[in-house]
């Protein structure tokens, strides 16, 4: 029966791609022309979807494969879509003069915000050499000499006023450190002593003691006279100083006002400056040199310097920005995304303030875009809480950690917060993204655009031209030498590899650039000015050398028959089964050898990997889809009572998937026949309820796994494998297979029903079921068949006797009397 069924011809087991078809030489006779992005039109369109979408929570997320270029893809997306939008206002931090523990935030056209800075610089340094050159000036001395006498000619006379007044009641006004004093006079006009004092009769002194009051009150308004007098001095001086200064910043600060007329913000900040100015005079009379202090060996920081509160923080600088900003962060911890306030130590203690406040990523991309991993978000959970309260609050908020989570209790500053205009893009795996919908209730309210990309694409000649210019521009940009057409095409052929499918090309833009670079590499040590194919086949061989130490293990175990393996002879009960194992950056095939036995009894199919844990949920499944068979293709006439196992022998970890289940049915209907199977046959494929062969995954790599094996133990001409019918097309053989086949010393044999698999493995015809229920004399279900007849027989047969024993034992009485 085997020589009847069809084969796979050497052409069907690899697709092509012949190199004279390619309309170019080589790469580098490519154009410039710019391919931003390949064979992601649904993204793509997702992406500028979400950029043109300015309502809130049309931010973005982007679905896909890490290898695809998640991140290299949005960005380059948001770059040349950013070039075309505004560029953002800057900000700037500055001292607030109504509450110096909030800085407050400025907003200025882009590249104002340098330009401030340098103007407030000179602005404080002109007022720092004006100020005390006017102060120092003739006419502002003579003004103020002017005020002086006046003020000392009011005092003067209210001083002589009431000295005369004190001299005709007969007392003298004396000047002490402690302020005026009245004492008695004399006839003689001096000062009485004590002991004149003490002769005066007791009329004299009531009348002293009363003039004495009556003077004491006179002098308490002339002492509030003179204070008053003061005062006005004051006032007036202030005011001359005021008026003065006045002229003086008002005319410096009129340049700026003007300058700055279209920035509401800086015209509000430069007159709060002008008055704190006013306020502050004293400070700028001191010239520059008296101001400066000396050199300190460990000079404190000036925290609440006179001059410092009027410097500029430029917070965010768009100067050099072309459009809006596209900012890619790495490293989405809480400081580098929400900005910092730092501290200077000095002594143990810590100051700062508001020209140690620094930017985060938010604040560099607001009014743009911020690219994130969702991943490395995610890894900080505070990050991704202030992301989203940022996002629903709309305002970036800079606060101090330490103090949020109590660490440390010192008095800090609280920047005002500054608007939020920012779309956020991450991007991550879509299971990442399944989890983030349905277990975060505020995700699907803010990321509401899923940009989702697949991980190949169709294979056109059209997308194979945007390959090969995508290839030409990589060359260049990366500084690898080009590529002729043998290059190209193996280099397309290893897409087709990676994506197990002749019709499809692989997307992982980060494999294939890896493996342009690599083929670099054996180009040069060639001393080859350009790369050829089997520059790609050398990177693509050592690539797996450098990974597959395991594989070679598992071979050479397999080889020496520690794990055993049988490829010739026949056997019931035993077939070769094909598995595909992952090391991480490896994946490779492995023959497993499959064995089922079958008892009377009841118990059904038994998975010996299920019984001790080993097993996982699709397999089990699929050994569930076994019984089902069965049942489905003979018990439509009769019960069937049996109890098999099924064992994957020498398999010493998890067994998971059904790529096998046909390949245990086929041991189980063996088993249960008693047909022995070609031992030189390995299969492959799942298995439906209605025997049905369905396609699995690995395909080429399984058949390669056991052609190396039959290779080594040597090729008879009668080994081969079945596989799904459905899988022909992702088949990407390896040439040595290819030239086997085509010598005849290695078959595969696409089937599509279990019915072909067993004429392969068997000889003998599978049979139908015939209109009387039963199947044909000779074929091999017949004997399925028959067997499980037999078997229910003797099940019902036991199960009689033993029935009819309990019966007895129940109607026995003690005493061996029985009614």
């Keep these: 029966m085997i020589e009847h069924h069809p084969q796979l011809s050497p052409e069907e087991l690899r697709a092509r791609i012949d190199p004279e078809n390619l309309p170019f030489d080589t790469t580098a006779e490519l154009n410039d022309e710019s391919i931003p992005v390949l064979g992601q039109e649904r993204g793509v369109d997702a992406i500028k979807f979400g950029m043109g979408m300015k309502a809130d929570g049309y931010n973005i997320f982007v679905a896909g494969p890490p290898k695809t270029g998640l ?90 006023e009431l000295s005369e007044l004190a001299q005709q009641e007969g007392f003298i006004l004396q000047f002490s450190q402690v302020g005026m004093v009245i004492i008695p006079a004399g006839p003689d006009g001096q000062p009485m002593s004590q002991e004149d004092l003490a002769q005066l009769s007791d009329e004299e002194k009531q009348r002293l003691r009363e003039k004495s009051d009556e003077l ?55 007159k709060a400056v002008q008055e704190d100015i006013l306020e502050n005079i004293d400070e700028f009379k001191k010239k520059a040199d008296e101001s400066q202090q000396p050199h300190a060996p460990f000079p404190a920081p000036q925290k609440n310097g006179a001059m410092k509160r009027y410097d500029v923080n430029v917070f965010i600088d768009n100067s050099e920005t072309e459009g809006a900003p596209v900012v890619v962060e790495s490293n989405p911890a809480y400081p580098n995304l929400f900005g910092t306030i730092e501290r200077q130590a000095w002594f143990g203690a810590l100051f700062t303030d508001f020209t140690m406040i620094k930017p985060g990523a938010l604040h560099r991309a607001n009014g743009g875009y911020l690219v994130m991993k969702a991943l490395d978000l995610l890894k900080w959970y505070i990050s991704w809480e202030a ?95 080009h590529m002729d057409r043998t290059g190209f095409a193996r280099l397309l052929e290893y897409s087709m590899e ?31 000015e350009i790369i050829r194919e089997e520059h790609i086949e050398k990177a693509i061989k050592k690539r797996i050398y450098r990974s597959n130490l395991i594989e070679e293990k598992i071979k050479e175990l397999v080889e020496k028959d520690i794990f055993w393996v049988e490829i010739d002879g026949w056997k019931i009960g035993q077939i070769n089964g094909l598995s595909i194992l992952m090391t991480g950056d490896h994946e490779f095939g492995k023959p497993n050898r499959i064995t089922a036995t079958v008892s009377v009894g009841r118990e059904g199919v038994i998975a ?14 699929g050994i569930m889809i076994l019984t089902s068979f069965l049942k489905e293709r003979f018990a439509h006439n009769k019960p069937i009572s049996l109890t098999a196992t099924l064992c994957f022998e020498q398999s010493y970890g998890l067994v998971e998937g059904d790529s096998a289940s046909s390949t245990e049915l086929f041991a189980l209907l063996s088993a249960i026949a008693g047909v022995p199977l070609n031992q030189g046959i390995a299969v492959t494929g799942s298995v439906s309820q209605k025997g049905e062969i369905q396609p699995v995954g690995g395909v080429t790599r399984k058949i390669e796994a056991f052609f190396d094996i039959c290779k080594h ?26 030239e086997a086949v085509e010598k005849g010393l290695f078959h595969i044999w696409p089937i599509s029903r279990i019915e072909e698999g ?44 033993e029935e009819s024993k309990k019966e007895n034992e129940e109607n026995e009485v003690p005493g061996g009397c029985s009614c």
């Excluded at 010996?608 to 499944?621: A, F």
Aim: glycine share 6%.
């Design 758 to 801: 067993i004429e392969i493995l068997t000889g003998m015809p599978a049979g139908e079921l015939q209109e009387d229920g039963t199947y044909p004399e000779g074929t091999f279900f017949r004997k399925v068949d028959d067997r499980l007849r037999e078997i229910s027989e003797i099940v019902r047969k036991y199960g009689k006797e």
């Design 498 to 528: 990676r994506t197990e499918d002749r019709e499809k090309l692989s997307l992982e833009l980060g494999d294939i650039g890896d493996l342009i670079r690599e083929a670099d590499y054996f180009a040069s040590l060639d001393q080859s």
């Design 608 to 621: 010996i990997e299920r019984e001790s844990k080993l097993s996982g949920r699709i397999h089990t499944k």
């Design 387 to 481: 992301l989203k309260r940022a996002l629903r609050d709309k305002e970036i908020k800079i606060e101090d950690l330490g103090e949020l989570y109590g660490l440390f209790s010192t008095r800090t500053i609280r920047p005002e917060p500054i608007p939020f205009n920012v779309k956020i893009v991450l991007t991550g795996d879509p299971f990442l993204y399944e989890l983030l919908y349905i277990y975060d209730d505020k995700f699907q309210k803010l990321f509401k655009v899923k940009a989702h990309l697949d991980d190949r694409m169709n294979r056109s000649d059209e997308n194979v031209m945007k390959c090969a210019q995508m290839v030409a521009q990589f060359c260049r940009t990366n500084g690898c030498k």
């Design 71 to 160: 991140t290299y893809i949005a960005k380059t997306l948001l770059e040349e879509q950013a070039k075309k939008e505004p560029t953002p206002p800057d900000w700037c931090y500055v001292y607030n003069f109504k509450e110096p523990d909030k800085p407050k935030a400025i907003k200025l056209s882009p590249g104002k915000g340098k330009e401030l800075k340098k103007d407030m610089h000179e602005f404080i340094q002109t007022l720092q050499q004006k100020i005390p050159e006017v102060f120092d000036s003739d006419d502002y001395r003579a003004k103020e000499k002017e005020l002086q006498q006046a003020f000392e000619a009011k005092r003067r006379g209210i001083i002589d």
């Design 713 to 738: 133990k040597g090729l008879t001409g009668k080994q081969g494998v079945i596989i799904p019918k459905k899988n022909i097309n992702n088949l990407m053989l390896k040439k040595e297979v290819i």
């Design 216 to 270: 004491q009150e006179k002098m308490k308004e002339a002492i509030k006279k003179i204070r008053d007098l003061e005062n006005q001095f004051r006032e007036k001086r202030n005011k001359l100083d005021s008026e003065i200064a006045l002229f003086v910043v008002g005319q410096i600060l009129e340049t700026y006002l003007e300058k700055y007329r279209d920035e509401q913000d800086v015209i509000e900040y430069l």
